[in-house]
C-alpha cells in the first residue's frame, strides 16, 4: 500500500452517491489492468470492480447496475462512481494498478478510503 492516493470517501445516507477517485503517487509510465476492491469488518477484500486496458469491465453482483468503474489515461487516474448506496456497502475501499514503473512492473494499492453508509 502506499503507492496510489485515494480521496472521495465519506458518510453518506443510504441511496445517496459517492466518487473515489485514485491516482499514482508515484511517476509510471503505463496503467495496465486495474480494480477497486473492499474489506469490510469481519469480512475478506473482495473485488468491486475491474478494467482492463482493453475497457472490458466486470463487476460484482451486489454493486452491478449500481456502480461504475473509469479511467482518465492522461492523468493515470481511476474513478469509482457509486449510485443507490446501501448500509451494505460501508467497508474500506482500496485501489489496484498493475503499472509500468522507471524500475520495472508492479502492481500498486492505494492506502483506502472509508464508505460509511448509515441513516
Known amino acids: 500500500q502506499g503507492q496510489l492516493v485515494e480521496s472521495g470517501g465519506g458518510l453518506v445516507q443510504p441511496g445517496g452517491s459517492l466518487r473515489l477517485s485514485c491516482a499514482a503517487s508515484?511517476?509510471?509510465?503505463?496503467?495496465?489492468?486495474m480494480g477497486w476492491y473492499r474489506q469490510a469488518p469481519g469480512k475478506p477484500r473482495e473485488l468491486v470492480a475491474g478494467i482492463t486496458t482493453s475497457g472490458t469491465t466486470n463487476y460484482a453482483d451486489s454493486v452491478k447496475g449500481r456502480f461504475t468503474i473509469s479511467r482518465d489515461n492522461a492523468k493515470k487516474t481511476m474513478y469509482l462512481q457509486m449510485n443507490s448506496l446501501k448500509p451494505e456497502d460501508t467497508a474500506v475501499y482500496y485501489c489496484?494498478?498493475?503499472?509500468?514503473?522507471?524500475?520495472?512492473?508492479?502492481?500498486?494499492w492505494g492506502q483506502g478510503t472509508q464508505v460509511t453508509v448509515s441513516s
Open positions: 508515484k511517476t509510471i509510465f503505463s496503467i495496465h489492468a
Open positions: 489496484n494498478m498493475g503499472v509500468v514503473a522507471p524500475d520495472g512492473f508492479h502492481d500498486y
